[in-house]
């Protein structure tokens, strides 16, 4: 016999890439940043959490699958905490407001190998929460902020496009919110190309990788005094003016500033590898032979690669790619220019990339119809092929 389903809401959230990066806490608890930052959330076609939401007077308990897997809701600190700070804006007089919940949850690509998974997850999770319980934000940002308690990158994820993550001075965290610099609609000509260099779990998490360089590095304090405001109008200047000249070297110069504070921790952490370096090398290489900026390299908290370009660009780089990193089942076919072979040089690297996924800046969190749902009638999750 089926379950009396109140209801049954399901949504989806993007994965973001940073070009000013986030790394540190000043706050573990309500988790603070260090320091501002600014991210591109990626079209969902590509990468993207999807959540369902099922609250019903009939469950006895709260429940949560992970990509069909059931995990243990009630020892998750960061899940509870979104759930506790969305249940206490639920009316008093919402028949749903005593109810438990079944959360079913999963992503398109690796868990926890450096795809910003955590991001688009606790953004989804909260997002289709606040949407099953019917809940408007009282302020700007205020989803972002619950978000932010699951995973700090999580209330980028919140808004479509371009967006920030503002520092807060306040300490109870109600001013550190996510806003949107300008909408995925805005830079037309933007790519993304993320090169999954490593599908593997990482071997330091971003947590306690972050843990120990505010502990530890000179440089992440002097980076957030005294860089990243005024690399943060930089960014937004040539984002709003479509500059991507400047966009580009900034990008690189805090993708190469972010590595040199993980250097700098002690003991020293390495997110990238052997490949990811080699990316870094040719591409630097390509640049300098175009003339201008075409590609534009950034690496988060592993060794996978992303590439921010313009449309006009993206097949020579493909090319690029391919050529010195040849890899099992490539889909693009092109001819790089002799001229570029000769300015990069011969050395063909061994790769360890496994994909590369063409992506652009793209929406927010949609909700999704009740043909995606994740949850049966029953409360159970449905079962994928």
Known sequence: MSQ????IVT??????????KYWGKRDEKLILPVNSSLSASLDQKD???????????????????????????ESSKRLQNCLNEIRRRVPDNSPLKNLKVHVASVNNFPTGA????????????VFTLAKAYGLSENYVGEFSSMSRLGSGSACRSMYGGFVRWEVGTKDDGS??????????????????LVLVVNDKKKDVSSTSGMQTSVQTSDLLKYRAQHVVPERLKQFEKAILERDFQTFAQLTMKDSNQFHAVCLDTYPPIFYMNDTSRNIVQV????????????????????????????????????????????????????SLPENIKKA??????????????????????????????????????IKRS
């Open 344 to 381: 990069v040089g011969s050395n063909i690297f061994k790769s360890e990339i496994r994909r590369i996924i063409h992506s652009a800046p793209g929406p927010g969190p949609q909700v999704l119809g009740s043909n995606e749902a994740l949850i049966d009638s029953n409360g159970e999750p």
């Open 11 to 20: 949504c989806s959230a993007p994965v973001n890439i940073a070009v000013l």
């Open 283 to 334: 591409l630097t290489r390509y640049n300098e032979a175009s003339g201008k900026l075409k590609a534009a390299y950034t690496f988060d908290a592993g060794p996978n690669a992303v590439i921010y370009t313009l449309k006009e660009h993206t097949n020579e780089i493909l090319d690029l790619v391919h050529h010195y990193f040849p890899f099992e089942n490539q889909e693009h076919k092109g």
């Open 114 to 125: 450096g795809l910003a998974s955590s991001a688009s997850g606790y953004a989804c999770f």
């Open 47 to 73: 990468l993207r959490t999807v959540t369902s939401v099922s609250i019903s007077q009939k469950y006895k308990d709260d429940r949560f699958w992970l990509n069909e897997k059931e995990e243990d809701i």
């Open 4 to 7: 009396n389903v109140d209801t």
């Open 175 to 192: 001013d550190s919110v996510a806003s949107q610099v300008a909408p995925e609609t805005h830079w037309p000509e933007m790519d993304i």
